[in-house]
């Protein structure tokens, strides 16, 4: 793991995130405040990174914002992805599979190509790329080759869209000799609940569904209902509902979509059957009750499932800071559970 070692500074692009040298106790505003109990690179961050709260996304009509701000994300993503695969040995190259655009991310010293992954990036909806470095880290954690999928974003598409792009990568990938039983599938933040709701679909309109799900700060509840979207929004630094995810939700489905089982995963019937889904995030993020909710909805279905939460940490954290030690142990045990559940021939 020591290859983190250099990825504080690319991370920290990725996100706009500048560092300080100095780290000070902060009590007020909440969202500031640095427990005893985290590392001190995480200290910083939440010393220095309150403007990401103050960061707005433009108009539903505003064509030219959304493709500004899309274009601007990739930009800063490209380089970040690019500074990671070369750090663990992997190669990147663009792919279509079943008409749909892609990364195709592959270890260099891959020896299960019999087996691959399957990854729906972050960013609300309406940001972000299939060249990431979310995808990268579950390509170097699991050792799989990785199909990240460069989906529609919204406005320009809308729910139903984007979980029949990933349900056809499934089925090309099928045809390609990969079947769901030796793939698995991942997901950040709307790549999360994009993942969750597209399985749902699949096995609805009956497909054979992933081995296992790794479902990184899942978005699984676009509706902004549960406990920690009011208690812990003060505290969650990365965004504000009001200013990014609720105009977010808005152009991705229409309210009355917005608690739409394949929208909103935590409103699915798991008693019909689910994969072994691995959640994890953080303790500072508003969507804590989005894990909950849908660690106990899969649990009380009888599925197999484990929420793995962190003290103190932000959104997405594992690929904000990977080289810190809370960042390396997520990281870990994501390759542990996609080895442990991927089918062994």
């Not at 990725?14 to 590392?39: K, R």
């Not at 729906?120 to 199909?147: D, E």
């Not at 406005?155 to 390609?176: G, N």
């Not at 390396?328 to 559940?341: F, N, V, Y």
Request: a negative charge.
């Amino acid at each position: 793991m020591s290859k983190f070692k250099t990825m504080v500074g690319a991370a920290a692009f990725f996100l706009g995130i500048i560092s300080a040298p100095a780290m000070t106790q902060a009590a007020d505003p909440i969202w500031a405040y640095v427990p005893e109990t985290i590392s001190p690179e995480w200290g910083e961050f939440f010393e220095n990174n309150g403007e990401l709260r103050e960061r707005k996304v433009p108009a539903a009509d505003d064509t030219a914002g959304w493709e500004a701000l899309q274009e601007a994300v990739r930009a800063r993503q490209k380089p970040v992805a690019e500074s990671l695969a070369k750090a663990f040995g992997l190669t990147m190259r663009k792919r279509v599979v079943g008409g749909i655009p892609t990364v195709e991310i592959t270890p260099v010293n891959s020896t299960r190509n019999d087996r691959i992954g399957v990854y729906v990036h972050g960013g609300a909806y309406i940001q972000g790329a299939a060249k990431n470095p979310q995808a990268v880290l579950f390509s170097a954690m699991t050792g799989l080759r990785v199909i990240s999928i460069e989906y529609t974003l919204a406005p320009h598409a809308k729910w139903r869209e984007t979980t029949a792009q990933v349900i056809t990568v499934f089925s090309a990938l099928a045809e390609d000799g990969y079947p769901p039983s030796h793939t698995v599938l991942g997901g950040d933040s709307a790549g999360g609940g994009l993942a969750a709701g597209s399985v749902l679909r699949m096995r609805d309109e009956g497909m054979e569904m992933p081995a296992a799900l790794v479902l990184w700060s899942p978005w699984a509840d676009i509706s902004e209902t549960g406990d920690t979207y009011l208690t812990l929004r003060d505290a969650e630094v990365s965004f504000t509902y009001k200013n990014v995810l609720g105009p977010a939700a808005l152009v991705y489905a229409d309210p009355q979509d917005h608690r739409h089982p394949y929208v909103s995963p935590v409103y699915g019937d798991f008693n019909k059957g689910f994969p072994p889904t691995l959640i994890q995030g953080g303790i500072r993020e508003i969507f804590l009750s989005n894990f909950v909710r849908l660690y106990q909805a899969l649990d009380q279905a009888g599925q197999k499932v484990k929420l793995d939460l962190y003290e103190g940490m932000p959104h997405v954290f594992m690929a904000q800071l990977p080289e810190t030690v809370e960042a390396k142990t997520a990281l870990e045990k994501t390759g542990d559970w996609i080895s442990g559940h991927i089918k062994q021939d």
